[in-house]
């Protein structure tokens, strides 16, 4: 894939961000790094050839100047409660396109309400292009279609990283004093934090699955229009201590998953669930074919990736797959066959 198209990838010094870059230029992109580290900066782009610019989010005017020959701004800075608003609005201001990869519920609720802008701008807006919010969103889209439109809608993610970054602890961090939510009759409503944990079928067993204020609950609403919506943070299953080394080290393989489960106002159901490998290996491979889908296509507005791709957007990342699963009763599920693979 080479794409002439120039765009910039913020935040390029970072864990995440330095994946994003070294996958853009596996891809045959050559984005403009940038970043308020100049030395991290600079030292990163010598390495991958690539062009730089050092520049704080924070500087309205410096960051105008800095996406004046470029067609789409990526976003991997967080903690995105500092650095959304501020580089979304000079996207805004330049017409420029402005994806990241947050997951955070407020920075969700900033950028969706710039939808009507961003229609007059003719510009896309668009959080969450990492593995949280494109795995649980393209499921939602999907099991939401499955049973018409569904009213009540649970999305989890479960994240397995060989190595995972700093950033996700700086940002759940940042997030935790504005307490736990879900989507109730259409509306966001406040619920105790760590309450309402439930279990959820995986291939490897039952799993403990906690209520999560992020970023998902808006997408999925954006995706699906379902009234009543609860995103879920899962947790491995514990270890059977009994397992021979073999079958330890065979769980080791790092995967990650989505689920999501919608149900109609007739009470139908659908259940799904998308594995992959480490997540933060997907990220990299979404946030770049979200840059691809937004350079090629015509999207105006704030969405999600699936609203704006659709539900098999994440199939097209390697090594990825959706399963269908029947539930049976509540506590036992069956899981069907993949019905895509890439």
Not at 77 to 104: K, M, Q, R, W
Not at 176 to 185: A, E, K, N, Q
Request: proline letters at 6%; glycine letters at 10%.
């Amino acid at each position: 894939m080479t794409d002439p198209r120039s765009w910039m990838l913020y935040g390029a010094n970072g864990y995440t961000g330095g994946l994003i870059a070294q996958h853009a230029v596996d891809r045959g992109h050559h984005p403009v790094l940038a970043g308020r580290n100049g030395p991290e900066i600079s030292a990163l782009a010598r390495r991958l050839g690539l062009p730089h610019r050092v520049v704080d989010s924070n500087d309205a005017a410096a960051v105008q100047e800095a996406l004046s020959d470029v067609e789409l701004l990526l976003n991997a800075a967080g903690p995105f409660l500092h650095t959304a608003g501020p580089l979304s609005e000079a996207c805004l201001s330049v017409g420029v396109h402005y994806l990241d990869i947050s997951n955070e519920l407020q920075v969700f609720r900033a950028l969706y309400g710039l939808n009507d802008r961003a229609h007059r701008a003719g510009v896309c807006i668009m959080p969450g292009v990492g593995f949280g919010v494109v795995a649980t969103n393209c499921l939602a889209r999907y099991v939401s279609e499955a049973v018409g439109t569904a009213e009540h809608l649970e999305v989890a993610t479960r994240i397995a990283s060989a190595q995972p970054g700093p950033g996700a602890a700086a940002t759940m961090q940042e997030n935790l004093p504005y307490g736990g939510w879900v989507r109730r009759g259409g509306h966001l409503v406040t619920q105790e934090l760590f309450t309402g944990v439930t279990r959820l079928k995986f291939p490897d067993g039952l799993c403990e699955a906690m209520p999560v204020p992020t970023g998902d609950l808006e997408a999925a609403f954006q995706a699906t229009g379902a009234s009543n919506v609860t995103a879920y943070a899962v947790s491995p299953p514990a270890p059977d201590p009994s397992a021979s080394e073999t079958e330890i080290a065979g769980a080791q393989i790092q995967r990650s998953f989505g689920w999501a489960r919608a149900t109609s106002s007739d009470g139908s159901t659908a259940t799904a669930l998308l594995q992959t490998g480490d997540s933060y290996s997907f990220t990299p491979a979404a946030s770049i074919r979200a840059v691809e889908e937004t350079l090629d296509g015509s999207h105006s507005g704030a969405s999600s990736p699936a609203s704006a791709f659709g539900a098999d957007f994440a199939l097209s990342i390697k090594d990825t797959a959706r399963i269908d699963i029947v539930e049976m009763t509540p506590d036992l599920t069956a899981i069907g066959e993949s019905d895509g693979s890439h």
